[in-house]
């Protein structure tokens, strides 16, 4: 397709599918890094400030929002203690680093250096930043014990809030079509090119990281141009990788359903708490909210999406042309949702780091924290691996707001 200039608040969507592929913002170097700044402000307020503080019967404890990750190490889970670490804390700040130094490079009158590696890099971390996933964790480990003690908020809790708010506005007001064209203007498309045609009967695909259309040699691979990503007429293996992760998948999720996810002590007596158990337990003591978001988000989300990616893969090879759209939806919605599974390992990180109150009161994480921290992990590499291209492949199908008037153009796709 051959986009026309876009101006602020317009957005230009595929003709075939209906996918936003571009949306302008007013002022975007300027929007995209004051959000970032006010989201490493929080970040930093956050870090330095209390987070949340319990007491029950005189006996109490305090968390720094940094120890919901450094506690799982002091229990033997270093693995999740580095998954929470990364995904809410060193991930986030890395993007947003990133997203200040690309608008400065923009506004500059000569480039900084390394933006093209960084600009490269925001595409690969986004899909890993859970600062809203964690918020939501905190939300369910307040109401799990907000019933058996004394809570207090700190002022690092509302600062995470406000980060994990910002740090989700900076992702959506990020134009990477106009931040590449910014960065290395916009190369001519290969000649010969021809829109309204699909591109990989051209020997033509499109860059996965800047949307620049690329010509690709005899076997099918190349370089783009403008950012240096691989390019491939389809991710090799896509499907035989997708396989070989969801069985790993299917694996881990036995232990962590099996296996307690973490102990809770009351007055003495430890009782294991599966996945499902906690769910039984919270539904059983009118914890109805709690118990429906921990049951969608650690039960139905991970079968769901495991379901969802097999069946994407025993009909890849032999898709219907008048499914390929509902597909493609149903591929979507699994890289939507899939990250959304973690917030039962944030709510025992949480518990774990916060809940010191020896033989009265603990929480410590169990055997199954592990492997369920793989299985979000694991199902997100495999909707990552998972190439939607081959359920168009063989369609010749028009969508009815298909324009096919549409004038060659000697630029690739876009224009700023």
Request: proline share 6%; charged share 15%.
């Amino acid at each position: 397709m051959a986009l026309p200039p876009l101006k602020p608040r317009e957005q230009a969507d595929c003709v075939r599918c209906g996918h936003p592929l571009v949306k302008r913002h007013s002022y975007p170097a300027q929007r995209s890094m004051s959000l970032a700044l006010g989201a490493l402000i929080a970040l930093l307020l956050a870090l330095l400030f209390p987070f949340i503080s319990f007491s029950t019967r005189g006996i109490g404890n305090e968390i720094e929002v940094t120890q919901s990750a450094t506690e799982l190490v002091v229990y033997g889970q270093p693995v999740v203690a580095l998954v929470v670490m990364l995904a809410v804390f060193v991930l986030p700040a890395l993007y947003l680093v990133a997203v200040v130094w690309l608008q400065c490079s923009l506004m500059l009158p000569r480039r900084l250096p390394w933006s093209h590696g960084i600009a490269r890099s925001l595409s690969h971390i986004a899909p890993w930043l859970m600062a809203d996933v964690f918020i939501v964790g905190t939300m369910v480990s307040l109401i799990k014990i907000a019933g058996l003690a004394d809570i207090t908020i700190g002022i690092g809790f509302w600062a995470f809030i406000a980060y994990a708010l910002l740090l989700l506005a900076t992702t959506l007001s990020l134009d990477t079509d106009w931040l590449w064209f910014s960065l290395s203007g916009e190369p001519l498309a290969p000649e010969g090119t021809r829109t309204g045609e699909t591109a990989a009967p051209q020997n033509l695909t499109g860059c996965s990281v800047c949307g620049l259309i690329g010509r690709l040699n005899a076997n099918g691979k190349g370089i783009c141009e403008r950012c240096g990503e691989r390019l491939h007429t389809r991710r090799p293996a896509s499907v035989q990788r997708c396989w070989a992760l969801l069985a790993t998948a299917a694996v881990l999720y036995i232990p962590a359903n099996i296996y307690p996810i973490m102990y809770t002590t009351t007055l003495g007596s430890e009782s294991p708490n599966t996945i499902i158990g906690g769910v039984i337990y919270l539904a059983s003591h009118g914890s109805w909210p709690v118990a429906i978001i921990i049951f969608v988000a650690s039960v139905i989300v991970p079968i769901g999406k495991i379901l969802a990616l097999v069946w994407l893969c025993l009909v890849a090879p032999r898709a219907a042309d008048m499914r390929a759209l509902t597909r493609t939806r149903l591929y979507r919605l699994t890289e939507l949702i899939g990250r959304w599974s973690m917030v039962d390992v944030f709510v025992v990180a949480i518990l774990s780091a916060l809940i010191h109150a020896g033989a009265l009161m603990s929480v410590t994480p169990g055997a199954a924290a592990l492997p369920f921290a793989g299985v979000v992990v694991v199902t997100m590499l495999a909707a990552m691996s998972f190439d939607p291209r081959i359920l168009w492949d063989g369609s010749e199908s028009r969508s009815p707001q298909r324009d096919d008037t549409v004038a060659p153009v000697d630029e690739q796709g876009s224009t700023p």
